[in-house]
């Protein structure tokens, strides 16, 4: 298992408070960043983590193999405020990267996440779409979408996350709404309008709780004309690319990420900017 919560080589560190909220900025520290800014949510069931998971994250990697910015937020978890402010706070530091996006010489945006980050990261890009804010691309990584039980979050005993855990976080950031129908904001799983949502990728373990609601996720984007795709690998270890990532699955994961992400770079750079 490798876990480590500092920065590794090849990245330079910026520490800021955006609308309040404490916020990494990755660049890459060896040559000048591209045009894209990348917002990238730490998981932890909406109750745990910090935003310094970002350092094993895939957001990482995009810096170092990319160049890209990379903005995390330390949004407030569901002890310390419940749903609506994980949200809020992240959309407040999407939002100042678009209105910054001049002199922080970006051209276009993409939000990401893992776990409850993927959750969040859904729902950013749901309130964006909204409110008319452009993102290019999102990178919910086997996402926590849907406070109601689905086919794989039902008696689940996957390892690091299960079906207790995940009744636990959804009661903690819904409180006495976790088993209703929420918002997509709060759920994304909700949401009824899937049209204009960002193109979208992501990858699930077969074995985890998130399997049904990721793939769900993706076949309601396409099911509405959007760009989605995902790929499963066989295992029930949820974020086994971060806790394992020089595994065989972790590696191949990893790999199949950086693909996806290099092809929707293309893509933009060819398209219209911000």
């Known amino acids: 298992m490798n876990i480590s919560l500092r920065p590794g080589k090849g990245l330079c560190v910026e520490k800021r408070r955006i609308g309040g909220v404490p916020t990494l900025i990755l660049r890459p520290a060896e040559r000048p960043p591209v045009g894209t800014a990348v917002l990238w949510i730490h998981g932890g069931g909406y109750v745990l983590g910090m935003k310094e998971m970002v350092y094993m994250s895939r957001a990482a990697d995009l810096v170092t193999h990319f160049g890209v910015t990379v903005f995390s937020p330390g949004y407030r978890l569901a002890w310390q405020r419940p749903y609506p402010a994980a949200v809020n706070d992240c959309y407040a530091v999407l939002s100042y990267m678009h209105e910054h996006r001049r002199e922080l010489g970006v051209e276009r945006l993409m939000v990401g996440g893992e776990s409850a980050g993927g959750g969040l990261c859904a729902a950013v890009c749901m ?12 990178m919910p990584l086997y996402p926590m979408l849907d406070n ?12 690091v996350w299960n079906t207790r855990r995940n009744h636990l976080g959804w009661r903690a950031y819904l409180r006495a709404d976790a088993r209703k129908a929420v918002s997509p904001y709060a759920a994304p799983a909700r949401q009824s309008d899937w049209r204009g949502l960002p193109p979208c990728y992501s990858f699930v373990g077969s074995g985890e ?8 996720y993706v076949e309601q984007l396409k099911a509405a004309g959007v760009e989605a795709a995902v790929d499963v ?29 290099e092809a929707a770079l293309r893509r933009e750079k060819g398209g219209t900017v911000l």
Do not use: K, W
């Not at 109601?148 to 390892?159: I, L, M, V, Y």
């Open 127 to 138: 309130m964006a779409r909204d409110r008319g804010l452009p993102v290019s691309f999102q």
């Open 148 to 159: 109601f039980d689905t086919e794989s979050s039902r008696d689940n005993h996957g390892r």
């Open 209 to 216: 709780p998130f399997y049904a609601e990721t793939l769900r």
């Open 233 to 261: 690998y066989p295992t029930n270890v949820h974020a086994f690319d971060m806790l394992y990532p020089e595994s065989e699955l972790g590696r191949q994961a990893i790999g199949r990420f950086l693909e996806h992400f």
